[in-house]
């Protein structure tokens, strides 16, 4: 029996080395799984960081991009404007021109009569304005040409 006590205790011994054994292999498995986790860790934070810089810049430029949106609407809106008053302008000079036109080919009688004698006056002195122009301009050719006819100096003798 005391056999079988010392090779109970024996085994006793063995089994709890072999279970010391491999819950030290087990713990080490279980520090080198955390230190790759803490590796894996590291490096999702790094890469989430590098996302979140990428993102804030990218919210930079979007919000730069609204600004500028933002300015050239203002500008468009204040371009639009204009046009409106360019537009109520052109209208409003249409109407002028409406109306002088109006006076003038319906005159009233008072004034008739002055608008053709200026009428005449006026086919009068653009006449006699081209005429003039058209003699200078015959005058100033002909002077021209006399000045194109003239002799060289070479072919004049002495006397």
């Known amino acids: 029996m005391d056999i079988l006590l010392y090779s109970s205790a024996i085994i006793a011994a063995v089994s709890l080395l072999l279970i010391a054994i491999f819950v030290i292999v087990a713990l080490r498995n279980a520090k080198k799984m955390m230190n790759e986790v803490s590796e894996t860790m590291a490096r999702m934070e790094n890469k989430i960081s590098g996302i979140t810089t990428k993102s804030d810049q990218l919210m930079e430029r979007t919000n ?16 639009a404007q204009s046009a409106q008053y360019i537009g109520q302008s052109s209208e409003n000079l249409s109407r002028s021109f409406q109306s002088i036109s109006h006076q003038i080919a319906r005159p009233e009688p008072k004034h008739r009569e002055v608008m053709e004698k200026l009428t005449t006056l ?35 003798k002495e006397i």
Request: aromatic share 8%; net charge positive; hydrophobic share 30%.
């Open 64 to 79: 730069r991009l609204a600004a500028d949106l933002e300015s050239k609407v203002h500008r468009l809106e204040s371009v």
């Open 122 to 156: 006026t086919e009068a002195f653009s006449h006699i304005y081209f005429t003039i122009k058209s003699e200078k301009q015959k005058q100033n050719s002909y002077g021209q040409q006399k000045l194109k006819q003239l002799p060289s100096p070479h072919s004049v």
